[in-house]
C-alpha cells in the first residue's frame, strides 16, 4: 500500500508600496499601490486568479467529482484569504466548494504567513489562533497538522504542536537530515509521543513544482505517464509519498501553456491505476502509519532554496535589522490595542517583505528575481522601513493618548464620583478588555 | 600578439575614466601577453609616459607621440581649451574635429612604419585614426566605444561632426567593444550597427586598499551636518541639474544635508544658478574639480556619493567610492548598473525617489553598512584582468579568421 498525500499552499501577500521618507507621518496607507507594477496587491490576485486560482480550481473540482478516492490538501494564509474576499470573491467561493466535498483537508498555519515562532511565541500562538478562527468561519473545519510559514520547522515547534494538540506537523524531507532513511515514512520529533512529522518528498515535489518547464531539464517534457511511474516505484520501500508545493505552481509558475493543467488532470487516475496505491489527506496519512524512528531537527530547516535554512529571509544584514525592528515594537503595539495598528503591524511581518530584501543573488538569484516586485533588495528595504517608521509614530501616538486617558482616569475619582458611575466605568472597561480577549483566543 | 592602440590621453594627465580604463586595460593586456603600441597625440603630455604604472612590464609597451591636441568632452565645432603642464590655458584657432583629422593623417603614416596584427582605436577622438591605419596596413580593426555622441548630449539632439565619424567608422569596424549592454543598444540601435558586431566587456576597477586620509569638511561634521558627494565633469549628460533639485527636497525634509559638487564643466554657471534660485547656497557648497588626494579625502569624508547621470556608458565614480568605503546611489541610467548591485538605483528624472533613498541611506545606518561591506565584495570581483582576458579572445578571433 502506498499512500499520496498532495498540499497545496495559498499565499499572496501585502506588498508594500514605494512608500517614502516624505510619507512617513503623512500617509498611513502601505498596501494601496495603484501603479502597473507588481505592487499593486489587486493587480496581482487578479491576474493569479485568472492564470491559476479559477482554472485549477476548476481541474480540482472536477477530479473530485471524477475520482471518489482523491484527496489533498490545501494550506491558505489568511492575508490571501482576506484578498479575495476583497478582489476575487468567487475564487474564495470556489475553494469553499472544494472544501465542501468534505475530501480536502485544511492545514493550520500562521494567519500572516510569519516567521513568528522564531521570535515571539505569544505573538505566534496569538496568529495561529486569528488562522484557525478565519478557517472556521470560511470553510467549517479546525486544522489539526501543521504547517508553518515556508515549511520552517524545528523541535521546539513541533513540540509546541504536540502541547497544542495537533495531530501532525509538515517539514522538508532534507538529506542532511534524514541521513540514509526514506522521506517515504512517518517520523516523530524528539521528546514527543503523540505528534507525527509528514516531510516533503521534495525531488517528486520539484519535478513539478520547479522543473516541469525546464527545457534543459533531462526528463522535460514530463508526461503524467512518466511521473506516476516515478511514484509507483516507491512500492515497497515506503508509505506515503508527501507532494508539497505552492499552489501557484499551476499556472502561474508552471504556465497553462507548459502543459501542467493536462498534467495534473491526467494523473490521479494514472496513479490509482496501481491497486495498492490511494490518496490520504495529512490527518489520515498521520493516522493511518506508525512513526518508523525519530527525526532531529535542532536547527530552522525550511523549504528554500540549497541551503534550507532561513538565509532567503534573514540572511543579510538589512533582513536582520528590518526583522527585528518589527518584533521590537510588540510590547507597545499590543498595548495600544488598537486592532487596526495591530493588524498593519502583523501584515509587515509577513516572510514575503524579508525574502524580497535577499542578497544572495549569484547563488540561487533567479528564484528570488522572479517572486520579487522590487527592481532591488535595497528598494524593498526602504519601503518597508519607511513604513515601519510610520507605524512607531502612529503606535507612540496610540500610547501616549491611551496614557494620557488613563492619567485622567486616575484623577476623576477625586471629583467625588458616585459609586454607581465607578461601577459602570469599571464594567465598560471589563467588556472591552474581554472582546479584545475574544477575538484572538477563540 | 602585436596590437597598435590608439587612445588621446593617459594617467596621470587625464581629465575623465577614459585615461583610467585605457591604462588599466593596456597594462592587463600586457600580463596577458599582448605587446601593445599606445599611440597618443602630441598636446597629451609626454610627463604622463614617464609616470606609468606598469613600469614592471615597460618594456612591452612602447608609447609614441604625434603632434595632435586632442580634447575628447567636447563637441566637434569647440575650439580647444586645454591647459599646458603650469597650468595655463592654451587657446587654439583649430577645432576639435581638424584635430581628429590631423590625428588619423599621422596615424597613416605610423601604421606604414609599425608591424602589427590589430588595431585598437578608444573613443572617437581616435576612430578615424583607427579606420586611418586599417586602409593603411589592411589589418582588422576593433573600436572601443566608451561614450556615444547620443550620451554627451544627453538626447538625440547630436553633435552631426561627432555622429558622422562614429557612424563610418563603426560601419568599418570588424569588430565595436562597448563598455556596457546600454552603450551597446546605443551603438545598435541609433547607428543601425548589426548586434553580433559588438560585444559588451563591462570596464574593471584596481582594487587596492586605498590610503586613508583625515576626513575634509571636519566643521560641517562637527555641526552633525551629512555630507552627499556628486564627483564628474558639469555637463548635461551628467544629470547634476537633477541632482540639486533632488537636494532642495532632501533639504526641505533634513536641512542637515550638505550637498558636495566636484567638477568643471559648461554648465558650472547654469548649475550655480539653480542652487541660488532654489535657495540652496547654504546646503550646496562647489568644490572645483577635486582630483587625486583631495577627491579621494572627499570619497572617504562623505555619506554617500550620486551619480545622477542622464547618460552613462559606464561610470567608474561607484566603484571608485566604494573603495573609499562609501556607497553610491547611481542612476539606471548607466553601464555600471549592469554590474554592480550594491548600490542604490534610480532614475535619474525621478527627483522624489532620488532624495528618498538620499534620505533613506542617511536614515538607516544599518543598509549603509551593508552597502559598504557587500559593495567591496563585489568590487573585488570587478579587475581589469576580467576585461582584458574578454579583449583577448576578441584579438584572437579576428587573428584567426579575419587575417
Known amino acids: 500500500m502506498l499512500t499520496v498525500c498532495p498540499y497545496f499552499h495559498v499565499h499572496q501577500p501585502y506588498r508594500i508600496k514605494r512608500y517614502r521618507v516624505f510619507d512617513i507621518g503623512h500617509d498611513n496607507e502601505y498596501f494601496n499601490d495603484s501603479s502597473e507594477t507588481d505592487l499593486n496587491n489587486r493587480r496581482i490576485v487578479e491576474k493569479v486568479a485568472n492564470k491559476s486560482y479559477r482554472p485549477m480550481n476548476a481541474v480540482l473540482l472536477g477530479l473530485l467529482e471524477e475520482h471518489p478516492e482523491f484527496r489533498f490538501a490545501l494550506s491558505f494564509s489568511g492575508t490571501v484569504l482576506d484578498q479575495f474576499e476583497a478582489y476575487a470573491p468567487d475564487v474564495l467561493a470556489s475553494f469553499q466548494e472544494i472544501v465542501a466535498t468534505g475530501r480536502v483537508e485544511i492545514l493550520a498555519d500562521t494567519y500572516h504567513h510569519s516567521l513568528a515562532f522564531f521570535y515571539s511565541v505569544p505573538e505566534f500562538e496569538r496568529q495561529v489562533a486569528q488562522h484557525a478562527k478565519r478557517i472556521y468561519e470560511l470553510f467549517g473545519q479546525t486544522p489539526r497538522v501543521f504547517r508553518n510559514t515556508e515549511l520552517s520547522y524545528r523541535n521546539d515547534l513541533a513540540k509546541w504542536c504536540e502541547d497544542n494538540g495537533y495531530l501532525g506537523i509538515m517539514a522538508e524531507g532534507w538529506d542532511p537530515i534524514l541521513g540514509w532513511r526514506s522521506p517515504n515514512h512517518v517520523y516523530h520529533p524528539p521528546g514527543c509521543d503523540k505528534i507525527k512529522v509528514l516531510l516533503k518528498n521534495y525531488k517528486l515535489s520539484d519535478d513539478v513544482a520547479f522543473r516541469f518547464s525546464n527545457k534543459a531539464w533531462e526528463s522535460h517534457p514530463l508526461s503524467a505517464e512518466t511521473y506516476s511511474q516515478w511514484i509507483h516505484a516507491h512500492h515497497g520501500d515506503g508509505n506515503t509519498i508527501n507532494l508539497f508545493m505552492d499552489y501557484e505552481t499551476f499556472g502561474e509558475h508552471q504556465w497553462e501553456d507548459t502543459g501542467i493543467f493536462n498534467f495534473i488532470k491526467a494523473l490521479p487516475e494514472l496513479l490509482m491505476r496501481h491497486p495498492d496505491t490511494t490518496f490520504k489527506t495529512p490527518t489520515e496519512t498521520v493516522e493511518s502509519y506508525d512513526s518508523v524512528g525519530e527525526i532531529d531537527v535542532p536547527d530552522v530547516l525550511t523549504w528554500a532554496d540549497t541551503d534550507r535554512d532561513l538565509t532567503a529571509w534573514t540572511g543579510n544584514d538589512i533582513q536582520k535589522d528590518a526583522i527585528a525592528s518589527i518584533y521590537a515594537m510588540e510590547k507597545d503595539v499590543i498595548e495600544t490595542e488598537d486592532m487596526d495598528l495591530i493588524e498593519v503591524w502583523r501584515k509587515l511581518q509577513t516572510s514575503d517583505h524579508f525574502y524580497y530584501m535577499c542578497t544572495k543573488w549569484s547563488e540561487d538569484g533567479d528564484v528570488h528575481a522572479y517572486f520579487s516586485p522590487y527592481e532591488s533588495p535595497y528598494d524593498a528595504y526602504v519601503a518597508f522601513m519607511n513604513a515601519l517608521s510610520d507605524l512607531q509614530l502612529r503606535v507612540r501616538h496610540a500610547v501616549e493618548k491611551k496614557q494620557q486617558h488613563k492619567g485622567e482616569k486616575l484623577k476623576k475619582p477625586e471629583k467625588s464620583v458616585s459609586f454607581v458611575q465607578r461601577l459602570k466605568q469599571w464594567f465598560r472597561w471589563l467588556v472591552k478588555k474581554v472582546l479584545f480577549l475574544i477575538h484572538f483566543r477563540k | ?403
Open chain 2, 1 to 403: 600578439m602585436k596590437v597598435l592602440t590608439f587612445g588621446w590621453d593617459f594617467p596621470p594627465h587625464t581629465t575623465g575614466g577614459l585615461g583610467v580604463a585605457c591604462q588599466g586595460l593596456t597594462r592587463e593586456l600586457a600580463n596577458e601577453g599582448v605587446e601593445v603600441i599606445f599611440v597618443l597625440p602630441k598636446s597629451q603630455s609626454v610627463e604622463g609616459t614617464s609616470r606609468f604604472i606598469f613600469a614592471d612590464i615597460e618594456h612591452m609597451v612602447r608609447t609614441r607621440e604625434i603632434t595632435s591636441s586632442i580634447a575628447p568632452y567636447l563637441g566637434s565645432q569647440s575650439v580647444l581649451d586645454v591647459y599646458d603642464e603650469y597650468g595655463v590655458r592654451k587657446l587654439y584657432q583649430n577645432t576639435l574635429l581638424e584635430e581628429v583629422h590631423a590625428f588619423a593623417h599621422k596615424a597613416s603614416q605610423i601604421a606604414k612604419e609599425e608591424t602589427f596584427d590589430l588595431i585598437h582605436a578608444h573613443d572617437w577622438t581616435s576612430y578615424l585614426a583607427g579606420v586611418a591605419a586599417k586602409l593603411a596596413s589592411g589589418k582588422p580593426l576593433i573600436l572601443h566605444v566608451h561614450a556615444t555622441a547620443f550620451d554627451q548630449a544627453a538626447s538625440d539632439n547630436i553633435d552631426p561632426g561627432v555622429f558622422k565619424i562614429e557612424k563610418e567608422a563603426f560601419d568599418t569596424a570588424d569588430r565595436i567593444i562597448a563598455v556596457s549592454d546600454f552603450t551597446k543598444q546605443i551603438v545598435v540601435n541609433k547607428y543601425n550597427i548589426d548586434p553580433s558586431k559588438v560585444h559588451v566587456v563591462h570596464n574593471g576597477i584596481d582594487t587596492k586598499e586605498p590610503k586613508h586620509y583625515e576626513p575634509t569638511l571636519q566643521e560641517l561634521r562637527a555641526q552633525g551636518k551629512k555630507l552627499i558627494l556628486y564627483h564628474g565633469r558639469i555637463t548635461i549628460q551628467k544629470g547634476v541639474d537633477y541632482f540639486v533639485q533632488a537636494a532642495q527636497k532632501v533639504v526641505a525634509h533634513n536641512p542637515d544635508v550638505v550637498f558636495v559638487i566636484s567638477g568643471k564643466g559648461d554648465m558650472v554657471g547654469q548649475i550655480m544658478q539653480q542652487v541660488g534660485r532654489l535657495g540652496l547656497s547654504q546646503n550646496v557648497l562647489f568644490a572645483g574639480a577635486l582630483w587625486y588626494e583631495e577627491r579621494d579625502q572627499m570619497y572617504q569624508s562623505v555619506d554617500l556619493v550620486v551619480m545622477p547621470s542622464v547618460s552613462e556608458p559606464f561610470g567608474l565614480v561607484p566603484l571608485e567610492a566604494i573603495q573609499h568605503g562609501t556607497p553610491s546611489l547611481i542612476s539606471k541610467q548607466s553601464g555600471v548598473a549592469e554590474v554592480v548591485t550594491h548600490v542604490l538605483k534610480v532614475d535619474f528624472w525621478d527627483v522624489d525617489e532620488m532624495a528618498n533613498k538620499i534620505l533613506a541611506a542617511l536614515r538607516y545606518p544599518v543598509m549603509h553598512g551593508q552597502l559598504v561591506k557587500e559593495g567591496k565584495r563585489e568590487v573585488s570581483k570587478l579587475p581589469w584582468s576580467r576585461a582584458a582576458r574578454k579583449v583577448v579572445d576578441i584579438y584572437k578571433y579576428l587573428v584567426e579568421w579575419i587575417t
